[in-house]
């Protein structure tokens, strides 16, 4: 009744006064998703003022192995204003491009770049910044930004996809939306693609790497356990090197790591061994399944073992064939895909 009483007062329909309701609703949601995204950026500085690194580069989980340094939006580090460098490739990442009418020096863009990083809270993606030297002299056209260097143009860069998934409509937004305060604030042009086509482009890479995104396995079964002495006698002299987390033996060829072993225990002897194979990450002239099938077949004949597959059920020729077939299908994609098998594009997309 005292509902009724106001819409009447207001002279207000029933669809009016939903829709006023409604409006109500969405302007609470956003005032406290606001208050929640100030207090997460509130804590990110606090954190950081608190941490004092801004000196220190860490090493990200995400690909232990060569102990990269990822950059985040959130860090207070001079040197995680630019993140590791890697050559930007426009098949799987948003590239912005500003141009400048007069050459600027690096040392300005650099102390933006450092305020823009500080302001944002944590992303996952990486991103790379590049300047076109104005020094007609100079060793690279573009290159990582040096203070003591003027530019023309700047390419902004952020990866739209790696084995965590698709980078999300927020972060690409976001990302793009600090571009365009960093071209006003230098007085630059900005050539920036559409947010949604980045999107679709992000989606439909997602699939293809998900699709693309094979471990092969080869389980050597030994009748009896192997004491590890033995065991590990065995693995370096067919060429293996154990890794520095001292579980797991690792195979390498042209300085290039082909395929590893699962975790073993150095405690205990070894009852099986399983030989693993991250597919795109390894150049297809390689043959990286037929040298892990010799060597897993060269270790089950000097240990006496076998091969079986998942279910401890002898490794057949069938099932050989059909991985072979499966292989040449999957090298044909990712190189049809402008991703071919162990590029340093694959290694960023697959990683």
Known sequence: MYVEQIMTSL?????????????????????????????????????????????GREPSSADPDIGRSEPSFGSTSTANSIPEKFTIDPRIDCVITLRFDEAIAGSEILEEIHDWADSQVQATARWVCEGLNADQDAAEDWEGLKPGSSYLELQLAIQLVSRRGAIGVLELSDFCSRAQALAETLGSQIDMPSVNTM?????????????????????????????????????????????????????YSNEGLVFSSADLDPNSPVSQLTLLLEVPLVVQEERAFE?????????????????????????????????????????????????????????????
């Not at 956003?30 to 929640?36: C, E, G, M, R």
């Not at 293809?208 to 693995?235: T, Y």
């Open 291 to 351: 040298r892990m099938l010799a060597e897993g077949v060269e270790l089950a004949q000097a240990a006496h073992g076998r091969l079986v597959d998942d279910n401890g059920i002898n490794l057949s020729e069938a099932a050989v064939v059909s991985i072979r077939q499966h292989l040449d299908l999957l090298y044909a994609n990712l190189e049809k895909s402008g991703v071919p098998a162990g590029s340093s594009t694959a290694s960023r997309l697959f990683s």
């Open 199 to 251: 999107l679709e482009s992000a989606k439909e890479l997602d699939v293809m790497a998900a699709d693309s995104d094979i471990q092969l396995s080869i389980n050597v079964l030994f009748d009896e356990p192997c004491p590890w002495g033995n065991f590990d006698a065995l693995m370096r002299q067919r060429g293996f090197k154990l890794a520095r987390n001292g579980r797991q033996y690792e195979f």
């Open 11 to 55: 002279g207000l329909s029933d669809l009016q006064f939903a829709l006023a309701a409604i409006g109500l609703v969405i302007l609470t949601l956003v005032a406290i998703l606001n208050f929640k995204y100030a207090r997460a950026r509130r804590q990110a500085r606090e954190q950081s003022l608190f941490t004092d690194d801004r000196f």
